[in-house]
């Protein structure tokens, strides 16, 4: 068994990313989903979404869950998960975050998490820095 994964986005940035996941790695290795948030989306109508989604991905390993921006409206929805089966819930996707994930799908949920934490903010490289006064 290994641990789910939702991505809980604005627009069609959760979609865009598990596209671009599932081109480089050529399959995905857990189970994986995303829900969309528009502007005009009833919030209580996404959380039951989202809590169906969870439900359908938690194969009892739990779920990992990753939305684009803390505090937003997908970001509040996600906290609003962590009451129900065994969730963790990172804000700040990335495609790096998303493929290190997917790299350890057998890993348990706390690891997972760790691991595509540490994916996120390795994938953030400034090229061409240099010390300048």
Not at 30 to 37: A, F, I, K, N, W
Request: net charge negative; charged share 25%; aromatic share 2%.
């Amino acid at each position: 068994m290994t641990v789910g994964i939702l991505l809980i986005c604005h627009n069609d940035i959760g979609g865009q990313l598990i596209e671009t996941a599932t081109d480089m790695l050529e399959r995905l290795p857990t189970r994986l989903e995303h829900l969309d948030v528009r502007q005009d989306d009833d919030p209580i109508d996404l959380l039951n979404a989202a809590r169906r989604r969870v439900t359908d991905l938690d194969s009892g390993e739990g779920v990992l869950v990753m939305t684009d921006m803390y505090g937003s409206t997908p970001s509040n929805i996600a906290h609003r998960l962590l009451d129900q089966h065994e969730v963790q819930v990172l804000s700040g996707v990335n495609l790096p975050m998303l493929v290190r994930a997917l790299n350890y799908p057998r890993l348990p949920l706390d690891e997972m998490t760790a691991k595509a934490c540490s994916g996120g903010r390795e994938g953030i490289i400034q090229e061409g820095a240099t010390d300048r006064p």
